[in-house]
Structures are given as C-alpha cells and as structure tokens.
C-alpha cells in the first residue's frame, strides 16, 4: 500500500519568503511522486512530478521538490512566495506514471502575507 | 498541455434524482480515466477506475450501482450518480491519463437538495 502525509494543513508566510510544505511518503515500490496545486473551486494544475531520474525536480511557477530515498520525502520549496501562490497543495504517489490512480495527502493550504 | 473538460461545472438537483457528470480529454486519448471525489477542505479520494472498453473498478467502499461509469471511448468518461441523495453533495472530479502524467478535469460540484 502506498500513501502520503503533508505536514501541516496550513502554512502561512509573507511575499518574497520561502515557501516550504512538507511531503513523506510510504511506498512498497519505487514510487513515483507528485505535487498539484488547486485554486478555489477548480480542478488539479501538475506543478512537477519525480519519476525516478533527477532527485530534484523543477516544476512551473518557481517550484522545485527533492527526492530524498533516505527521509522517504519530497518536499516543495519556492524560494520567493508571490501572492498568487495562495492555493491548497496536494502531495501525491503513484505505482506509475499516469496509468495507475494517485494516492493524496490532505493537503496543505498555504496562505501568503502582503 | 493536454486538457480535460467535464461538464457541467456546477449541477443542483432534487433528491432522487439522477445526474450525469461527462469527463472528456480533449486532445488526446486516454485509455485511462480516473474519477476522484473531494469533501469540503478534504482530500481527493479515489472511486473508480474506468478504462476503455472494459467495466470501471471501484474501490472498496463506492457503490457500483449507485455511481455508474461508463467509458464509452477514448476520449470520454461519464459518471452517473443514480437516486442522488444530500450525502451525495460534494465535488467530483476526473482524470485522464497518457503513459506520463494524468490530467484532471475542472471539475463538477454537485448539491442535491
């Protein structure tokens, strides 16, 4: 069985800090992992996914995660927060690339401070 | 990118009635569609499973009877909630999938009264 655990449900930091939600996960197989992001009633934007070549992985918007075997965890960092980067963050995992169902953290809100 | 429609975006029905959500990839084919329910400030869970061609795996839990799937090609995906009853208010959303990545649909926020 597979599943994810995002520390903290709400993250809050001012524009221009760094931007740091938490993802470990539990995987009997090579996972394979992934952060979205969803704004106020719409569905799931792919911000980047690990399927096991880089262990860091850039994504859109800034975002980048680290793939750490040793701490089973990938966490989502962006160096400088940006008002619109106010959103609900969703820490996935996967068997497979996209042919298998993804498995969801709760989710972490982030909120971002003028 | 590939995009993935469903409709309706929004649906309010009596209770009793039956309510069809379509999910459509529109420019890829997706052998692969999954559909996803999310309770208010909750995570996606899992129902189903729907590929082409083939009955939909549900996972334990989701009525079969209840949520009806059906993928008639590849490159649409319907799920109909027969009977809806209040507790069946929540937000329902797809995805498809290449061999890559799966790509979520908008989507559908249904309310039964």
């Known amino acids: 069985a597979q599943s994810v655990t995002q520390l903290g449900s709400h993250v809050s930091v001012s524009e221009g800090a760094l931007v740091l939600l938490r993802c470990n996960y539990s995987s009997s197989v090579p996972p394979y992992l992934f952060w979205y992001v969803q704004y106020p009633n719409q569905g799931l934007q792919l911000l980047l996914k690990?399927?096991?070549?880089?262990?860091l992985v850039k994504g859109i918007n800034g975002f980048e995660a680290e793939f750490k075997k040793s701490e089973t965890s990938f966490h989502l960092t962006k160096p400088s927060a940006h008002m619109s980067d106010a959103a609900e963050y969703f820490c996935?995992?996967?068997?497979?690339?996209?042919?298998?169902?993804?498995?969801f953290g709760s989710g972490t809100r982030l909120q971002v401070q003028p | 990118g590939a995009v993935v429609s469903q409709h309706p975006s929004r649906v309010i029905c009596k209770s009793g009635t039956s309510v069809k959500i379509e999910c459509r990839s529109l420019d890829f084919q997706a052998t692969t569609m999954f559909w996803y329910r999310q309770f208010p400030k909750q995570s996606l869970m899992l129902m189903a499973t729907s590929n082409e061609g083939s009955k939909a795996t549900y996972e334990q839990g989701v009525e079969k009877d209840k949520f009806l799937i059906n993928h008639a090609s590849l490159t649409l995906s319907t799920l109909t909630v027969a009977s809806a009853h209040p507790e069946d208010s929540s937000f329902y959303i797809c995805?498809?999938?290449?061999?890559?990545?799966?790509?979520f649909g908008p989507g559908t926020r249904l309310l039964v009264l």
């Open positions: 996935a995992v996967s068997k497979d690339t996209g042919r298998r169902a993804l498995t």
């Open positions: 690990y399927t096991s070549a880089a262990t």
């Open positions: 995805s498809a999938s290449t061999q890559e990545t799966q790509y």
